[in-house]
C-alpha cells in the first residue's frame, strides 16, 4: 500500500497498521473457514465503511472557531482506521498531522496523485546500486 501511494516512510506505521486491521476483518481462515474478525467476536464484519488507502478526503473543522466567511473544510487523505472508536484516521494536509475523526467526505473518484516519497525503496536496481550490491555467480 506504501509503495502504490508513493508516501514517505514517515507513513510506515499507519500502512501496516491499515493492512492488519484490513486483513483481520477480510482474510479467511481455512479450517474454519472464517475471518479472525468473525472467530474473536462471533459477528460477521461489516465492509460497507473500507476505503482506499490515500482515498482524497475533506474534513470537517469543528474544533475552531471559524468566521463567517472561513473554508469550515480542510482537505487531507485516508491512512486508516481507528481502533478505539468508529473514527477515521486522517492526514490533513493543512496541519500536516494524522489525527481521527468521524467528520470526513471521501472523494474517492478524484484521482491520487503519487506522493513524493523515495523512489529507491520501490526499484530494485536503484536499491542494489545504492547498496554497490555486486551478484555471486557461481
Known sequence: ?????????TFWAEAVNTACYVQ?????VK????????LFTSRTPA?????????HVTILNTLDHLGKFNGKYDDGFFVGY?????????????TMKVKENLHIRFLEDKPSIAGNGPNWLFDIDVL???MNYVPVVA
Do not use: D, G, I, Q
Open 1 to 9: 500500500m506504501l509503495a502504490n501511494s508513493k508516501l514517505p516512510t
Open 24 to 28: 483481520n476483518k477480510v482474510l479467511v
Open 31 to 38: 479450517p474454519h473457514n472464517k475471518t479472525p474478525y468473525e
Open 47 to 55: 465492509l460497507s465503511f473500507m476505503r482506499p488507502f490515500r482515498c
Open 82 to 94: 481507528s481502533l478505539n472508536s468508529k473514527a477515521f484516521r486522517v492526514y490533513n494536509l493543512k
Open 128 to 130: 542494489t546500486k545504492s
